[in-house]
T-cell receptor
Framework: GEDVEQSLFLSVREGDSSVINCTYT??????LYWYKQEPGAGLQLLTY?????DMKQDQRLTVLLNKKDKHLSLRIADTQTGDSAIYFC??????????FGKGTRLHILP | EPEVTQTPSHQVTQMGQEVILRCVPI?????FYWYRQILGQKVEFLVS????????KSEIFDDQFSVERPDGSNFTLKIRSTKLEDSAMYFC??????????FGPGTRLLVL
């Protein structure tokens, strides 16, 4: 079945770049997503990429997609304390449901 | 900017009681969804709804669950007889044709 895998924790120094990686299984996914969840809060759609793109840049965020390896990454440049959150990688399955990874908890070191 | 809204933000209930979680999707959206996130776990799909009927449902969405769009604006999830393991954050989502799903802020349900 469909599955999305990502590492659970990442610690980064303030000002450095954060790179969160993800692998997915459904090669027919048309969209791949990154969601951000702050403590006790809902799911904020951070960015998404169409499956026919390799890269998408949006201010400090860069998404890279390697369709051959089914690998998605999110790079956050100049990481700030406000970036501390859980980041969920997700894909859209054939039956229109979103499949989420377990989330990567990003911890910012001073 | 239009948003999906959900009420209540928190609900505490006794095991065996019925709960109704409410969502107001974005006004011109046509597809509606419920997901849940048990504390510390993945967000899981429950059900999708289009044209006044269920399109897809997961194994979690058993006979204790039902969804309804009672009027032109609300989309509800009912849990008929809550169990301890129903404690979770429940997210509603909606979308237009060929657009991405937008999520609400969630309702945190605690079953005692």
């Amino acid at each position: 079945g469909e599955d999305v895998e990502q590492s659970l924790f990442l610690s980064v120094r303030e000002g450095d770049s954060s790179v969160i990686n993800c692998t997915y299984t459904d090669s027919s996914s048309t969209y791949l997503y990154w969601y951000k969840q702050e403590p006790g809060a809902g799911l904020q759609l951070l960015t998404y990429i169409f499956s026919n793109m390799d890269m998408k840049q949006d201010q400090r965020l860069t998404v890279l997609l390697n369709k051959k390896d089914k690998h998605l990454s999110l790079r956050i440049a100049d990481t700030q304390t406000g970036d501390s959150a859980i980041y969920f990688c997700a894909e859209i399955a054939r039956d229109d449901k979103i499949i989420f990874g377990k989330g990567t908890r990003l911890h910012i070191l001073p | 900017e239009p948003e999906v809204t959900q009420t209540p933000s928190h609900q505490v209930t006794q095991m065996g009681q019925e709960v109704i979680l409410r969502c107001v999707p974005i006004s011109n959206h046509l597809y509606f969804y419920w997901y849940r996130q048990i504390l510390g776990q993945k967000v899981e799909f429950l059900v999708s709804f289009y044209n006044n009927e269920i399109s897809e449902k997961s194994e979690i969405f058993d006979d204790q669950f039902s969804v309804e769009r009672p009027d032109g604006s609300n989309f509800t999830l009912k849990i008929r007889s809550t169990k301890l393991e129903d404690s979770a954050m429940y997210f509603c989502a909606s979308r237009m044709i060929q657009e991405t799903q937008y999520f609400g802020p969630g309702t945190r349900l605690l079953v005692l």
